[in-house]
Every structure is written in structure tokens, then in C-alpha cells.
């Protein structure tokens, strides 16, 4: 299976459009990020596309401020007294990355009762009152079996691995994981080990398994995680399976020269961190007074042999591949939910 790059939006999706007028509804409005964990690569080009996107959104006198705030551990119950404070400090919007689905529910209920719009990216709540803005990520797991049972049509054993535990990211992805090797029953998880969306993890993780795992084919990960991957077979000196990427600097350097050198073959999947920015702007629009559903799902970026080239030549050092989004297009996104 190919996956394109398929955002669904106008290509000018792919750089930062003009962020267009808003109504004035929003020009004393307060935007706060809620983030719970910044400890890879993602998680900065995150936090970097919020802040380019909204110090303009300032700038233009589209919202008074948009802070943002991560906590210094990855634990539910800080982010949740985090959750609090911007309650006491009356920002009119959080905007949250949730170190889990459930466990911040109860802040989030209390923003909403005291009148704050709540939106979720990427690490989402269930918490009803608050809006979500997700990826499938079952589907961006399943798609990753998808591809090798087209590469591999014997099948064979796979390695996993998998990311921050306790997240709703981690959980869906696993999932899709899961249903996608019970959909092509010849392959087989032989382990899987926790990689934290990081390269040195993942690298230790699975250097701790490598002397006692079996062959494998493959290695399905959640992203950030690939290159440790590489990097422990290297060092252990086995061959290297087919290891799906996630869309960082470093895979796409380290693929582009496996590729050159011998013809190596992958594809690599994650979600844009500039998602932050699509959320800036749902909570922007619910502040001016639009209805916007409650659950929006946004497409992943995936790159494939045909595209490495182009992706990499647009992604910076040390960073994601990535897109930014616009006014116009978080437009476009609330009205083709709304259909």
C-alpha cells in the first residue's frame, strides 16, 4: 500500500498561508497550550509551529495571547493542576496535547463549566464538553501492515514498538497494530518494547532484545523511534529489517542513504506537528461564535519511496517533516466535518 500525502486541504496547506481577518468577537480573547511532555523532536516542531503561527495571529490583533505551557513530567495529575491554574488565571480557551484520554477529565469538566473552551490535538480527552482533533491513528497502525504484507506476501516476524504509555496515541496505535496482524494472520509479533517516540529509547530498548529475538522482516513503530531501530541492528550486526519511520530528520537522512546505497525500501507515517496549529485555530473559531463539530479528523503525512527526496530537501535539520495550518484551512476542516 502507498500512502500519499493526502491532507485534503489546498496545496498551500503545505507553507503558512496568510492568516486571513477575523472577527473582532476574538481580539480580547486568551489561548492557552496545555502540553505534556516535549522530549522529541515532534514535540518541538510542535511547540515551534505554535508559536510561529500564533505570535502572528497576535500580531494581527486576532487573539490578545496564545502561551503555552508544558509540564515537566509527563503525569496526568501535573497537567491537570496545570489544567487548574489556567482555570484561576480566566484564559478563554485550552488548548490541550493530554498525557492521557481519562485521566484529565475532571479539569477538563471544571474549564468547561467555568465557561473555557477546551480543545484536544493529537493526544486527546474523552471528556464530552471538550472538542477533539485527531488522527485515526488505528488507521496509520494498520497501514503499516498494509504495506509490508505487500512486501512481504509470506509474512514473517515483526518487532514492535511502542510509545509514551498511558496516552491515547499510543493505545490507538498499538490497536491498529494489532487488527492489522489479525487481518494478515502469516505475521507475527515476536516483541514488542518501549520506545517513548524517542531515538535513544527506542535504540536501548531494542538493543536489549536483539540477542535473544528471533529473524524478523519487519519493525512497526509509532514514530521517532526508527532510526534507533536502524541503529541497534547496526550495532548488534544483524541485517536491517524493514523498519517504518516516522517522518522525522534523522530516519529520512538515514533512509535516503540506505536507499542511494542499496536500494533500500521503507515508507514512513506520523502526524503533522503542526496540528497544534489547526487546533490554535478551532478554538479561535468556537471563541468567535462558530459551530464547529465536536470530533475533526485530520489525515496523517505519509512519505513513500517516490517522495523521500522532496520531503527531505523541506525538512529541517533535527526536525519533522510537517505542515502549517491557516485560518482558511482550519475552515475548510470544520465545514467538510460538518457534512
Known amino acids: 500500500m502507498k500512502f500519499k500525502l493526502a491532507i485534503g486541504l489546498s496545496a498551500a496547506v503545505l507553507t503558512m498561508a496568510s492568516a486571513g481577518v477575523a472577527s473582532a468577537e476574538t481580539a480580547d480573547k486568551t489561548i492557552a497550550l496545555s502540553n505534556n511532555y516535549a522530549g522529541n523532536s515532534w514535540r518541538q516542531a510542535m511547540l515551534t509551529s505554535w508559536k510561529k503561527i500564533t505570535d502572528k495571529a497576535v500580531a494581527d490583533g486576532i487573539v490578545k495571547s496564545a502561551d503555552a505551557f508544558t509540564t515537566a513530567e509527563n503525569q496526568a495529575t501535573e497537567q491537570a493542576a496545570q489544567i487548574q491554574n489556567m482555570i484561576l488565571q480566566g484564559y478563554s480557551a485550552i488548548v490541550i496535547n493530554s498525557a492521557s484520554p481519562t485521566a484529565l477529565n475532571g479539569a477538563v469538566k471544571e474549564a468547561c463549566d467555568a465557561g473555557i473552551v477546551v480543545v484536544s490535538f493529537d493526544g486527546i480527552v ?31 516476524n515483526l518487532l514492535e514498538i511502542r510509545g509514551l504509555p498511558g496516552t491515547s496515541v499510543d493505545t490507538e496505535i498499538h490497536e491498529g497494530i494489532a487488527s492489522g496482524v489479525s487481518a494478515n494472520s502469516k505475521f507475527k509479533i515476536v516483541s514488542a518494547v518501549q520506545g517513548d517516540w524517542t531515538q535513544t529509547v527506542a535504540q536501548k530498548s531494542v538493543a536489549g532484545v536483539l540477542p535473544s529475538l528471533a529473524d524478523v522482516v519487519g519493525v512497526v513503530t509509532q514514530g521517532g523511534d526508527g532510526f534507533g531501530a536502524a541503529e541497534a541492528f547496526k550495532a548488534a550486526g544483524r541485517p536491517t529489517p524493514t523498519i517504518i519511520l516516522g517522518n522525522r530528520e534523522d530516519e529520512l537522512r538515514w533512509w535516503k542513504s540506505q536507499k542511494d546505497a542499496s536500494g533500500y525500501e521503507t515508507m514512513s507515517v506520523s502526524i503533522a506537528p503542526g496540528v497544534s496549529t489547526l487546533a490554535f485555530w478551532v478554538a479561535q473559531q468556537i471563541l468567535d461564535g462558530q459551530t464547529v463539530p465536536k470530533d475533526l479528523v485530520v489525515p496523517f503525512l505519509a512519505i513513500d519511496q517516490g517522495t523521500l527526496e522532496k520531503s527531505l530537501e523541506t525538512t529541517e535539520a533535527g526536525g519533522v517533516a510537517n505542515v502549517e495550518y491557516s485560518l482558511d484551512d482550519a475552515k475548510k476542516v470544520i465545514a467538510e466535518a460538518g457534512k
Open 126 to 156: 474523552t471528556e464530552p464538553c471538550a472538542w477533539r482533533v485527531a488522527v485515526d491513528f488505528k488507521k496509520m497502525g494498520s497501514g503499516q501492515l498494509d504495506y509490508l504484507a505487500k512486501r512481504y506476501p509470506d509474512g514473517g
